[in-house]
């Protein structure tokens, strides 16, 4: 029996939090599922497949979530609308974006974009390391545990 849901924002999740994800939605019993354009072959009968358009993965995303859901996802503003149907957002990086810091994470990208639109330059993200691989799964295994006792 499935007990919960992991939804993917797999445009942009790395491959390794994706099998991360993907060993303890089998270890916990939890429906792990990925969204992607049509451009990312992702080899799973529990993929949604949507057209490349900008924000398409990101809305058909927001809509399927349900309470109690955990989202898988890097962007700021994705994750401000799962926060707003009651599912937890976590960063492949193993972050989770709680309710209190939201506005303050948007706000950061807000002004990260209004700098690189005035001409400056901001630094991409870094490159994965394995303690980010390991903060990501211990963030994860503690989201489905509590998910296990909000149910039971």
Same mark, same amino acid.
């Given at each position: 029996?499935?007990?919960?849901?992991?939804?993917?924002?797999?445009?942009?999740?790395?491959?390794?939090?994706?099998?991360?994800? /993907?060993?303890?939605?089998?270890?916990?019993?939890?429906?792990?599922?990925?969204?992607?354009?049509?451009?990312?072959?992702?080899?799973?009968?529990?993929?949604?497949?949507?057209?490349?358009?900008?924000?398409?993965?990101?809305?058909? @995303?927001?809509?399927?979530?349900?309470?109690?859901?955990?989202?898988?996802?890097?962007?700021?503003?994705?994750?401000?609308?799962?926060?707003?149907?009651?599912? /937890?957002?976590?960063?492949?990086?193993?972050?989770?974006?709680?309710? $209190?810091?939201?506005?303050?994470? @948007? $706000?950061?990208?807000?002004?990260?974009?209004?700098?690189?639109?005035?001409?400056?330059?901001?630094?991409?993200?870094?490159?994965?390391?394995?303690?980010?691989?390991?903060?990501?799964?211990?963030?994860?295994?503690?989201?489905?545990?509590?998910?296990?006792?909000?149910?039971?």
């Amino acid at each position: 029996m499935q007990k919960g849901r992991v939804l993917i924002d797999a445009d942009a999740c790395p491959r390794q939090a994706l099998a991360i994800a /993907q060993e303890l939605c089998k270890e916990y019993g939890w429906l792990c599922q990925t969204f992607a354009s049509y451009n990312h072959q992702i080899g799973s009968e529990h993929h949604v497949t949507v057209d490349a358009g900008p924000q398409a993965v990101d809305m058909k @995303l927001a809509n399927e979530t349900r309470p109690g859901d955990v989202v898988v996802t890097q962007d700021i503003g994705l994750a401000a609308l799962i926060l707003g149907k009651k599912a /937890q957002p976590l960063t492949p990086h193993g972050f989770v974006i709680e309710p $209190e810091r939201i506005a303050f994470h @948007l $706000e950061e990208r807000n002004e990260k974009a209004r700098y690189r639109r005035g001409g400056g330059r901001t630094r991409g993200p870094a490159a994965r390391t394995r303690e980010d691989d390991q903060r990501f799964a211990a963030a994860l295994r503690s989201l489905l545990e509590r998910g296990e006792t909000h149910e039971g």
